[in-house]
């Protein structure tokens, strides 16, 4: 069963940093990029960050020169280091990667990790 299983959500003061992890079991990446989303209570998903096989990556206005998305090819893992962060960053933040098992290829999401920015 192939699944996206995320991680490192949680509780922040302002200014501070979190680091998400996104892990897929039962297949590997594929050649496209991987991305991370966020959706803000009363709001729409938004795209956050992407990350090409490559490495070249692609930020929201929001959260460029705070958020840095990373790759580990060799452990089918994603990242989002986020730093300097602020009470609008605060949202349910999902991993999205198009998978390959077998011989498909299949978007999937993760399961969502909550991020809370507050005093």
């Known amino acids: 069963q192939v699944q996206l299983v995320e991680s490192g959500g949680g509780l922040v003061q302002p200014g501070g940093s979190l680091r998400l992890s996104c892990a897929a079991s039962g297949g590997i990446f594929s050649s496209n990029a991987v991305d991370w989303y966020r959706q803000a209570p009363g709001k729409q998903r938004e795209l956050v960050a992407s990350i090409t096989s490559g490495g070249r990556t692609n930020y929201a206005d929001a959260v460029k020169g705070r958020f840095t998305i990373s790759r580990d090819n060799a452990k089918n893992t994603m990242y989002l280091q986020m730093n300097s962060l602020k009470p609008e960053d605060t949202a349910v933040y999902f991993c999205?990667?198009?998978?390959?098992?077998?011989?498909?290829?299949?978007?999937?999401w993760g399961q969502g990790t909550q991020v809370t920015v507050s005093s």
């Open positions: 999205y990667a198009e998978i390959l098992a077998g011989r498909r290829v299949v978007g999937y």
